[in-house]
């Protein structure tokens, strides 16, 4: 291991409210600044609670867009123009001008790399957040990601992240390497312990103590299946007229799904919550999770709702190494909305003893430093 301190540069799509999202703001809050010396580039800024955050902290955030936006008055349809013509330039110059010995991606922006002809020899790191075959078969994006990296795996040095030891597999095979290493979407595992007592909480946001709360907390996107979790909870409304229905988080499904609430005709009964910086007390008002899910790497969300104690219908689409405890049970979309209605509504006043497996693993503080002494070792 080296003493030195190193430049370390996170590169993400921007800081919109989600997984692999909070995970990087993670890793920029506790980075010992002893060892790293930070810097993260954004392609867009959606100014979320995550944004605000890190500027609290003081950590220097490049927004790409931003930066071009300055620079440009313009219509937006304009400025979309010059975000794709401008991006690689802006990108290459910061990179170019900075240094970084490692640069660490996130989500789909290896082609910007690939395209900014570094002048130097970085390290590169890649952490994938999802399903492989998902993340790199299905959409257009993703094939284009794909190609970027087998580029830059010829070209540079150039190191995978796994989430789990299946997925640390399937990369190796895909990418004909031997060398992907797996770290835990660790969560700061005390703040979830901590959030307090689920009938003081209702009390507090004036939540009737009464009610069935059933969540999820995701963005709003079409991999997250939020449709079928509507049409289950229309079923559990009819058996359990006391129910609510929680949705945390943004995304472009939000205006469908809130039509199909008044559709079937359970608007009043669904709450949409939005983005949040108390996902912890609001998840320990919920008396059971929903997850349906058409694909899913390790689900942070699951982890943090398992640390908080509760229960959690997923759908057998989410990675089974995201069960770290007895609050997780999968279904299958095809047994249908009905059934998954039902497994729920057995949580109703259920109080389930908690047993969970090497749940330390999961701490965050503990994997950020398994990281750092990782970028130490490759430089």
Not at 255 to 264: F, V
Not at 270 to 287: A, E, H, S, T, Y
Not at 301 to 313: D, K, R
Request: charged letters at 25%.
């Amino acid at each position: 291991m080296n003493d030195k301190k190193i430049k370390v540069m996170q590169f993400v799509g921007g800081f919109n409210v989600g997984g692999a999202e909070a995970i990087v703001k993670q890793y920029c809050l506790l980075f010992n600044p002893q060892i790293i010396d930070l810097i993260v580039l954004c392609i867009h800024n959606f100014h979320s609670i995550y944004d605000e955050e890190l500027k609290r902290h003081g950590i220097k955030v490049i927004y790409v867009d931003d930066f071009i936006d300055r620079k440009l008055i313009s219509p937006y349809c304009v400025k979309r123009v010059f975000h794709r013509i401008l991006r690689v330039f802006i990108i290459k110059k910061v990179i170019n001008q900075w240094k970084p010995d490692i640069i660490h991606t996130h989500l789909e922006v290896n082609s910007y790399i690939r395209h900014a002809s570094i002048n130097y020899n970085p390290v590169l790191v890649h952490t994938a957040h999802s399903d492989p075959e998902f993340l790199w078969n299905q959409s257009r994006a993703g094939k284009r990601d794909r190609r970027a990296l087998e580029w830059l795996a010829r070209h540079y040095r150039i190191y995978m992240i796994a989430l789990h030891d299946n997925m640390r597999i399937r990369i190796n095979n895909m990418f004909h390497i031997d060398d992907t290493v797996v770290f835990n979407n660790g969560i700061d595992i005390q703040r979830f312990l901590d959030a307090g007592k689920k009938h003081i909480l209702r009390k507090k946001y004036g939540v009737k103590e009464d009610v069935f709360v059933v969540g999820n907390v995701a963005s709003l996107s079409p991999v997250k299946n939020h449709s079928f979790l509507m049409d289950v909870f229309n079923h559990i409304l009819k058996k359990e007229p006391c129910s609510e229905l929680w949705l945390v988080g943004t995304g472009k499904n939000e205006k469908a799904l809130k039509e199909k609430a008044k559709k079937l005709k359970i608007a009043d009964h669904v709450v949409f919550w939005g983005r949040r910086n108390d996902i912890p007390q609001i998840l320990k008002m919920m008396d059971v999770v929903g997850f349906p899910s058409f694909y899913e790497g390790l689900s942070v969300s699951l982890v943090e709702s398992q640390v908080a104690g509760i229960p959690a219908i997923v759908s057998d689409k989410v990675s089974a190494f995201t069960k770290i405890s007895n609050y997780l049970t999968f279904c299958s979309l095809d047994q249908g909305a009905e059934y998954w209605a039902d497994r729920m509504l057995e949580y109703k006043d259920a109080d389930v003893e908690p047993g969970y497996v090497d749940i330390e693993n999961w701490d965050i503080q503990s994997v950020v430093k398994k990281l750092e002494s990782y970028y130490l070792d490759l430089v």
